[in-house]
């Protein structure tokens, strides 16, 4: 069992830079491979960006590649989310959520997740 609690969202300007966080609580944070997903009012909730349990291979939508970093800090059991040029499509709740798996894959689909957190609401203005 993990819970995770994101942070680090908030209302920004188009063209701004935010870092999301997600901690995670217990002892065994590198046993889970992360993910981050998105959703935005009305639509359904879409993969954003995903980090192996080693944090070697990371995987992200096209809607966000070459704007976005994954990382993660297995010694502080966290992990973030850089966003970078930021567009007013990018306004969603978003939402960290973990899974066991192999520890070199990363996994895009939700199913293949079992936690997530509550969800942080980042807001783009134009």
């Known amino acids: 069992q993990v819970e995770l609690v994101e942070s680090g969202g908030g209302l920004v300007q188009a063209g701004d830079s935010l870092r999301l966080s997600c901690a995670a609580s217990?002892?065994?944070?590198?046993?889970?491979?992360m993910g981050w997903f998105r959703q935005a009012p009305g639509k359904e909730r879409d993969f954003v960006s995903a980090?192996?349990?080693?944090?070697?291979?990371?995987h992200y939508a096209d809607s966000v590649k070459d704007r976005c970093i994954i990382s993660r800090d297995n010694a502080k059991n966290t992990v973030y989310l850089h966003m970078n040029s930021l567009r007013p499509e990018d306004t969603a709740v978003y939402y960290c959520?973990?899974?066991?798996?192999?520890?070199?894959?990363?996994?895009?689909?939700?199913?293949?997740?079992?936690?997530w957190g509550q969800g942080t609401q980042v807001t783009v203005s134009a």
């Open positions: 217990g002892h065994t944070f590198i046993s889970y491979a």
């Open positions: 959520a973990a899974t066991s798996g192999y520890y070199t894959n990363t996994y895009t689909k939700e199913y293949e997740y079992n936690f």
């Open positions: 980090i192996s349990r080693s944090g070697g291979n990371t």
